[in-house]
């Protein structure tokens, strides 16, 4: 009896890693072998127009016309010799993943010939025909105009025959149709509030830089079986299935011997993301099994941003190449840990100091507290809307489940730093400040060991942990793009530091000395931010009802949870330091709620379809088998010892029986469930519903499909299960 099952099962357990041949050459040679960085534009441009260029990507300057005509050219030329043929402005839609629409180099040459030409007007602005991108309704498909514009922040690059541009993509009339736009404004606004309140310490900082380590978390399936779940190869994620007898309780699987197969598909991953110039570090297994994690150093947050969007690609890309397929999904399968994206973060100044590193001296700590301090205002005054830059249909399996951070932020800071803030918080502003000779002035802030660079105290469940020298926003989403949380959170640092400057500044021109200013307005923001500060349980119930009575948002529900992007508060913020404005917030909820609309509205037609096309007929046919045996019986044995033998195989057939009749009448209830919900107008209505109507029904026909898949035969049951799934050898 040989269903498909079977076969890709056999074949997943027998297949051997693919080898690939080692590069001839050692990192340090392939590094960015396909980016245009500045070692090959430095080869490539006329001195003139490297500086021109330089000078633009570093301090933002215009590009005149005839400087990107030479950039171009030098672009095209370089990429030539690498192969590339074709050129593509890559940008980030407000879907998941990146955009890009290829054109050829070839232009006529006049002659009735063509020649190889890429001309700085193509370099800088494009019109892709993008009507069918989310929009939110600012662009009505009559004007469907958008450009997406290059970000010379963010270097060119070739993928296979293909030169790619980063690119930002907004609409005719200016607003942001994609993630990269915001984050560019965010990230300067950052730049210029931190690089304000800087030089209360030092005047020569000219700027600061929001920094970003992501780490990935994924999941690696064998293609085949892979391709025999309809769910995972739809939606992402496996709508069924009970766990297997054995997942992680032994957990032997984290920081494991990764397994020669993964190993094989991690190697050839490193080199081609190495050779993009993304510089991958650290990989390991993860707590799950089948899971990983890989993780670059830390970069500029823009860079990281499109770092980590084309990583995700080349995962996908390489692994279809090994026989795998990669999961991004946050919760592929149920029972075991889903996957995150730590978001590590950190500002740095062009001087060479990392803000949220303490220093050695009195007055470099006072600068670290300072920052440490306005981030927890940050964090605390807009929690919710933090909350709301990391939710997701997908990542909301994950948030609130006992595994990942809870769906309330709260930041965690370690021992020594609480305390640290507590003694600020209870000395005045005389006990901190004392006349220390002939240096002028000595702070009493407790000496800050350097110790707490590597600080062991972590705490798991904290969504925002400060870490050494920078937070950890852990409850990002594996599949999400950064940008979103790195929009919301740098453009909350950057209102907070700008607040910050106005307090002092406040207190300076009454007369206080400029210490004793910062002193006193950081010792208020101590006592402010208080309820965001937890170092407890973050799964405990106790810190749920603490939570509530701190006053920090606790909503669940992913829909309202949106509805934080249009809250006063955070429509004042993004329109103060000039991120987005209230219509670009309006426009992207309504993408928002509508993704998360479809996303339910998928799974639930799959689950429908796996219902009636494998589940209840396969549990049918053994059922009618067992009925036939339990006829058999009857013709063989008297009818009381029949019946008396037959007790087992008759409860299972009603057993069947119940589960098949609740199944399929329960998949006709969210048929109608949809049916009422699509009929409502207004997107987060809409979606209201499906959170509210449908994604529980879903859960309670799978529990009813899981019972099936433990007593129906083992050789009649189409779809792979968990065992076979999650356990590469
Ligand atoms: P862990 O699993 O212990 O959190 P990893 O080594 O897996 O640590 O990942 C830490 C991530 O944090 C890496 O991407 C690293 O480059 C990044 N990182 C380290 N220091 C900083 C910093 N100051 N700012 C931003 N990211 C940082
Ligand atoms: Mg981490």
Redo the contacts with the bound molecule.
């Keep these: 009896m040989s269903n498909l099952r079977f076969r890709v099962v056999e074949k997943a357990f027998n297949a051997e890693p693919l080898e690939v041949a080692a590069p001839a050459q050692r990192p340090d040679e392939y590094f960015a072998k396909y980016v245009f960085n500045r070692e090959k534009m430095f080869k490539y441009l006329p001195s003139r127009v490297f500086e021109k260029l330089t000078n633009a990507m570093d301090n933002g300057a215009a590009l005149d016309r005839d400087i990107a005509d030479a950039v171009a050219d030098g672009m095209r030329r370089w990429a030539s010799e690498l192969g590339a043929t074709h050129y593509t402005h890559w940008f980030q839609p407000l879907t998941e993943g990146t955009a890009e629409k290829h054109d050829a180099f070839v232009e006529h040459d006049g002659k009735g010939g063509v020649i190889e030409e890429f001309s700085g007007k193509l370099l800088v602005q494009q019109e892709p025909d993008a009507s069918s991108f989310p929009n939110g309704g600012i662009r009505n498909t009559f004007e469907a105009r958008g450009y997406s514009a290059w970000d010379p922040s963010s270097p060119v690059f070739v993928v296979d025959d293909t030169l790619c541009i980063p690119t930002v993509f907004i609409a005719y009339t200016g607003e942001s149709l994609d993630y990269k736009a915001p984050l560019l404004r965010a990230l300067r606004a950052v730049d210029k509030a931190a690089t304000a309140v800087c030089h209360y310490f030092d005047p020569d900082v000219r700027r600061v830089t929001a920094?970003?380590?992501?780490?990935q978390e994924y999941f690696l399936v064998d293609a085949g079986l892979y391709a025999a779940r309809p769910d995972l190869l739809l939606t992402g994620r496996t709508l069924m299935g009970h766990e297997a007898s054995k997942n992680q309780q032994l957990e032997d699987h984290y920081f494991g011997a990764i397994p020669t197969r993964v190993a094989a598909f991690m190697k050839d991953l490193e080199v081609q993301a190495l050779e993009l110039g993304i510089p991958v570090?650290?990989r390991h297994n993860e707590v799950a099994p089948n899971q990983f994690?890989l993780?670059?150093?830390?970069e500029p947050c823009n860079l990281a941003v499109d770092h980590n969007m084309l990583l995700m690609s080349l995962m996908r890309k390489i692994a279809r190449q090994h026989g795998f397929r990669v999961l991004l999904h946050e919760k592929p399968f149920k029972g075991v840990n889903g996957s995150g994206k730590?978001n590590?973060?950190?500002l740095?100044t062009d001087t060479g100091v990392?803000l949220?590193?303490p220093g050695r001296t009195q007055e470099e700590n006072l600068r670290f507290i300072t920052f440490i301090v306005n981030t927890l205002m940050a964090v605390y005054r807009h929690n919710g809307l933090l909350k709301a830059s990391i939710m997701s249909a997908t990542n909301a399996h994950r948030l609130g489940a006992n595994e990942a951070p809870p769906a309330i932020i709260s930041s965690f800071l370690g021992t020594q730093l609480s305390r640290v803030l507590d003694h600020m918080e209870e000395s005045s502003t005389d006990d901190l400040i004392g006349l220390g000779g002939k240096h002028g002035l000595k702070l009493d802030i407790p000496q800050i060991p350097e110790l707490l660079i590597d600080n062991t105290d972590r705490n798991r469940t904290s969504p925002f942990a400060f870490?050494g020298?920078?937070f950890?926003f852990r409850a990002v989403g594996s599949e999400a793009n950064c940008a979103s949380a790195m929009i919301a959170l740098n453009t909350a640092m950057a209102e907070q530091l700008i607040q910050f400057k106005h307090d002092v500044d406040a207190l300076i021109e009454q007369g206080e000395p400029k210490v004793n200013a910062i002193i006193q307005v950081v010792r208020e923001y101590i006592r402010q931010s208080k309820p965001i500060r937890f170092d407890g349980n973050g799964y405990s119930d106790e810190w749920k009802a603490e939570a509530q009575r701190r006053g920090l948002d606790c909503e669940t529900s992913c829909p309202v949870i949106f509805d934080q992007y249009l809250a006063p508060e955070t429509v004042a913020m993004f329109e103060s330091v000039g991120v987005m404005n209230r219509k670009e917030l309006r426009a992207r909820n309504e993408v928002k709620w509508e993704t998360y609309t479809k996303k339910i509205q998928i799974e639930a037609r799959v689950l429908g379809d796996l219902v009636m096309n494998h589940i209840v007929p396969v549990a049918t046919k053994y059922q009618s088998k067992l009925i036939d045996n339990v006829y058999k019986m009857q013709s063989i044995f008297p009818a009381e010892e029949a019946n008396r033998l037959s007790a087992q195989n008759l409860a299972i057939i009603r057993e069947i029986a119940e589960h098949t009749s609740y199944i399929k009448e329960h998949v006709d209830n969210m048929v109608e469930a949809r049916k009422v919900a699509n009929r409502i107008a207004d997107e987060r209505e809409k979606a209201v519903a499906y959170h509210d109507n449908i994604a529980p029904m879903l859960e309670q026909i799978r529990y009813h499909i899981d019972k099936l898949e433990l007593i129906v035969d083992d050789q009649m049951w189409t779809l792979p299960k968990y065992r076979e799934l999650l356990f590469i050898r």
């Design positions: 920094y970003l380590g992501w780490e570090k650290t994690e993780a670059p150093i830390f730590h590590n973060w950190s740095g990392l949220m590193a870490t020298n920078r950890e």
